[in-house]
Each structure stands twice: as structure tokens, then as C-alpha cells.
């Protein structure tokens, strides 16, 4: 047994080293200049850093909006995975294309696909135009508010492939007895969906809940495409942020501006993980 745990640390080891220096031993020196005044040679000078960022406009701002787009994507990309997930999973004679067709976004690259949404929403772009042939004025889509409502509908078509495999996965795992014996009960499609599939598809529904809610901070690399630095107000994001403290060398603000939205996240997963269990318990 011993000697099997050996084998296994040591096929494991590259990829830990990796993590270890990539991600955990710059998240720990970042988390240590965030108490500093300076990178080098600089002196503790505790909440300081902390409490410019909660007294910055701009931070306050990037927090908002980035807490708007998370509340507002995420139900709705749940929502809509679910439901195409429930009818992908029937014998429908387009299955396979529509398959195929919520996963192609997932294999090609975003920053080839954010040319298309800048020809679908430029102010000359094709849904003014369409517009225009109903006699409604143009809509300068990405310098309005506007622009969070393109956000979210390009984070939905980026996800919602990844969401609807999860969710297939986690329909094709509930036995079919379950609904034969609801079938032979009399038991409507309303009923089988919320006492069978909706109860089986709980531990699904977490993950997935999770990994959307972890990508919806992930958004800026679509974001800083479409509208590049300094975008519109609504759609100015936490990493819009950060990666202007970046550019401009503030690296005391940057740290903590990440450490903060670390521990919002891990505040986020732990919340979902707790609650996953208590409904573990719950259902057994």
C-alpha cells in the first residue's frame, strides 16, 4: 500500500511543483505585499492597502458589477442548460446536431469568435441594421447598459455547452425504473421532474452551479476583447481592475484587490459545499 502511495506522488509530482509555482507561491507572496507599502524593500503597514481599495470608487464599481453580472449570468445559464440538457436527452430526430452545435463554442477560440459579436454589435454592425429595417433607432450596444446585457447573452454562449454535458452526464445516471414506476403510478411529467429528476440531479446541479459561478469571474477575457481596457461603466469588472493596477505598477492594490476576491469565491464554494451536504443528509 505504501509503496502503491509512493508511485502515485511521484506521477503526481510534476504537475504539483507546477500548480506550486504557477498559482500557490505567487498567491502567497501577493498576499504578503498586500500588507506592504512597496514590493521591494517595503514595510508592513497592515490594513492600509485594504482599506484605499474599500474607499476607491473604482474598486467599488469593478465589486458591483462583477457581483451583478455573476447574479444575473448564472441562474440564467442553470436554467438554460438544464432545460436543453432535459430535451437533448429525448429521442428528437436534430439531437445530434444540436449537440454538436452547443459544443463548437467550446473548441473554438474566443478571441477568433469576438470578431463576430463586434460585427453583430458595432454601432454599423448587423443588429443595428436590422434594427433600422423596423424603423428602431440604433443602439450604441457596448457604451450603454446595454453592454452587460452582451456580456451575459456571450458568457452563455461560451458556457452553456459545458454546463449541458454535465447535466446530460448526470440525466443518463438516473435509472429508468425510477420514471417506469412513476409511469405505472400515474405520476405527470411535472411530478417526475420535480420528485425524480430535480432530486437525482442535485449533486449535478451543485458542480455545475459552482464551475459557472467560478467562470463568471473569468469573463474578462471576453470583455477586454470586445471593449479593451477602459470599457463602458456597467461592464467594468473586477480583473478590469486589477489589470489596470497592473499597468500602472500598483502592485499593493492589485494584491489585495485579488486576495479579496479570492476569499469572496472561496466564500462562495465553501457556502455551496455546506449547503450540498445538509441536502445530502437531508435526502438520505
Known amino acids: 500500500m505504501r ?11 510534476p504537475s504539483l511543483a507546477g500548480f506550486a509555482l504557477f498559482y500557490v507561491i505567487p498567491f502567497v507572496m501577493g498576499f504578503f505585499y498586500s500588507f506592504q507599502d512597496n514590493v521591494v524593500d517595503g514595510s508592513f503597514v497592515g490594513m492600509d492597502n485594504y482599506k484605499e481599495l474599500m474607499e476607491s470608487s473604482s474598486f467599488r464599481k469593478a465589486v458591483n458589477n462583477t457581483m451583478l453580472f455573476t447574479g444575473v449570468s448564472v441562474p440564467l445559464i442553470i ?25 463548437m463554442p467550446l473548441v473554438v477560440p474566443i478571441a477568433s469568435i469576438v470578431m463576430i459579436w463586434e460585427v453583430l454589435f458595432d454601432w454599423n454592425g448587423t443588429i443595428n441594421k436590422l434594427l433600422q429595417n423596423f424603423s ?30 454535465l447535466f446530460l452526464a448526470g440525466l443518463q445516471s438516473i435509472p429508468r425504473d425510477y420514471y417506469e414506476t412513476a409511469d405505472i ?7 417526475k421532474l420535480l ?8 449533486p449535478t446541479m451543485f458542480f455545475v452551479t459552482l464551475m459557472s459561478i467560478i467562470n463568471s469571474f473569468k469573463v474578462f477575457r471576453e470583455t477586454y476583447l470586445i471593449a479593451g481596457d477602459y470599457p ?22 492589485l494584491t489585495a484587490a485579488a486576495t479579496l476576491m479570492v476569499a469572496g469565491i472561496l ?18
Open 79 to 103: 436554467a438554460l442548460s438544464l432545460l436543453f440538457a432535459i430535451i437533448l436527452n429525448q429521442k428528437i430526430f436534430i439531437r445530434k446536431g444540436l449537440q454538436t452545435a452547443f459544443v
Open 3 to 13: 509503496r502503491d502511495s509512493v508511485i502515485a506522488f511521484l506521477f503526481l509530482a
Open 136 to 165: 428602431i433607432d440604433r443602439i450604441d450596444w457596448m457604451k450603454s447598459d446595454w453592454s452587460m446585457g452582451v456580456l451575459v447573452f456571450v458568457y452563455m454562449w461560451k458556457n452553456v455547452g459545458y454546463n449541458i454535458i
Open 195 to 202: 420528485h425524480i429528476t430535480l432530486v437525482y440531479l442535485t
Open 267 to 284: 466564500l462562495l464554494v465553501s457556502g455551496m459545499l455546506y449547503f450540498e451536504r445538509r441536502f445530502r443528509k437531508f435526502i438520505d
Open 232 to 253: 463602458h461603466d456597467r461592464i467594468y469588472m473586477l480583473q478590469h481592475y486589477m489589470n489596470n493596477m497592473f499597468m500602472s505598477l500598483d502592485v499593493q492594490k
Open 185 to 191: 403510478e400515474g405520476a405527470g411529467r411535472l411530478h
